[in-house]
Nanobody
Framework: QVQLVESGGGSVQAGGSLRLSCEAS????????MAWFRHSPGKEREGVAF???????RYADSVKGRFTLSKDSAKNTLSLEMNSLSPEDTAMYFC?????????????????WGKGTLVTISS
């Protein structure tokens, strides 16, 4: 049974940093993609960062230059380093995995989801 468990959320002031982690377990797939999405009240769910099965990353324009995605395949862990945070980054952040190759990276294409971790940025 595949499980994705996020951690690292919290409350920081604007300009601060947080590091989110997603630990994946139960994977039997040799190739898969992973991503971080976020959702805040009144807004649509947004794809934040994506890494494909070959390690290529892409980011939403809103986080480029501030967020960095990394994956430790040996530990099945996905991390999101978030810097220069602003109140607009406040959201529930979800880790997701997609197993159909090539991956689309869209929320509807994700096969597995974590329960999320809350990030709150105060001004």
């Amino acid at each position: 049974q595949v499980q994705l468990v996020e951690s690292g959320g919290g409350s920081v002031q604007a300009g601060g940093s947080l590091r989110l982690s997603c630990e994946a377990s139960g994977f039997t797939y040799s190739r898969y993609c992973m991503a971080w999405f976020r959702h805040s009240p009144g807004k649509e769910r947004e794809g934040v960062a994506f890494i494909d099965d070959e390690g290529t990353t892409r980011y939403a324009d809103s986080v480029k230059g501030r967020f960095t995605l990394s994956k430790d395949s040996a530990k099945n862990t996905l991390s999101l380093e978030m810097n220069s945070l602003s109140p607009e980054d406040t959201a529930m952040y979800f880790c997701a995995a997609e197993v159909a190759i090539p991956c689309e990276g869209r929320d509807y294409a994700q096969d597995y989801w974590g329960k999320g971790t809350l990030v709150t940025i105060s001004s």
